[in-house]
């Protein structure tokens, strides 16, 4: 049993009771709250953000559900379109929900031409902020809308080695990083987290990334291990907790 707590920045459920959608002939299997709540009973998880996928499209029905059942110490990354209404977007922040998500890098998300538009948009609403799953390889093209952001998150260390040069100035910015997904990384993920928190000790969030979608290799208990025996207690306690409840904002702590 891990001793630290953990809020789960980021893990999918995948409920085939609600719409799937292929993406690049993809199907997942199901994951359910049970499922996960069985692979996670070791790591002592307080708490976490329920992405939704590429395959989840604008589907808000599973997301609500999963909310409902993991109770109010855990919040929703949403995908919405640009034709939401504020009437619906305050609806799903009542419910749980805290980010509004662009799959650059698979799609099945908003396209990426409404970034600025709706992320402000729910910022100034409900206070949501934006996060990306983008290779950072690609984020110069992407740069000047993201300094007009109020809040960004580039998921999964932002893939590739090519890239660390655009991601890091970005956090000295403000922008904040999710540890997750280790095995999708062309890097060596432990040398990049640590120059990430000698940047700023807030920026980094640990998450599963659980049922880990096509990785490579699915999230291992090793590699929550890696950070809590690789970093000081306080670091350690900031990464797998303490930044993603002052992002998230969960309705209970």
């Known amino acids: 049993m891990f001793e630290q707590p953990v809020f789960d920045a980021h893990l999918h459920i995948i409920d085939h009771r609600y ?5 690049q002939g993809y199907l997942p299997q199901p994951f359910s709250v049970s499922d996960y709540c069985q692979q996670t009973a070791s790591l002592n998880i307080t708490g976490g953000a329920i992405v939704s996928g590429s395959f989840q499209g604008f589907d808000q029905q599973y997301l609500l559900a999963a ?3 993991l109770g109010p110490r855990y919040v929703g990354v949403t995908q919405i379109p640009a034709t939401a209404t504020d009437e619906e977007i305050i609806a799903l922040h009542a419910a749980g ?9 698979r799609g099945g ?7 600025e538009q709706l992320s402000l948009r729910v910022y100034e609403l409900v206070k949501w902020h934006v996060e990306l799953y983008v290779d950072s390889r690609q984020l110069p093209g992407l740069s000047t809308t993201l300094h007009k952001l109020p809040k960004v998150v580039i998921d999964h260390l932002g893939l590739s080695k090519a890239g660390l040069k655009y ?8 922008v904040k990083v999710k540890a997750t997904g280790f095995s999708r990384c062309d890097f060596d993920v432990l040398t990049t987290m640590r120059q990430i928190t000698a940047i ?24 929550l291990l890696l950070i809590q025996q690789s970093f000081p207690a306080a670091i350690a306690a900031k990464i797998c907790r303490e930044n993603a409840l002052e ?6 702590v």
Do not use: H, M
Request: glycine share 4%; charged share 25%.
């Open 19 to 23: 719409p799937l959608q292929p993406n």
């Open 67 to 69: 909310l409902k059942e």
């Open 97 to 105: 929900v805290r980010a509004v998500r662009f799959n650059v890098q």
């Open 109 to 115: 998300s908003e396209s990426i031409q409404y970034l």
């Open 167 to 174: 991601l890091l100035p970005l956090i000295e910015k403000g």
């Open 200 to 223: 700023n000790p807030a920026a980094l969030l640990f998450g599963t990334d659980l049922p880990s979608t096509r990785a490579p290799r699915p999230f291992e208990p090793k590699d």
């Open 247 to 252: 992002l998230y904002r969960p309705a209970v």
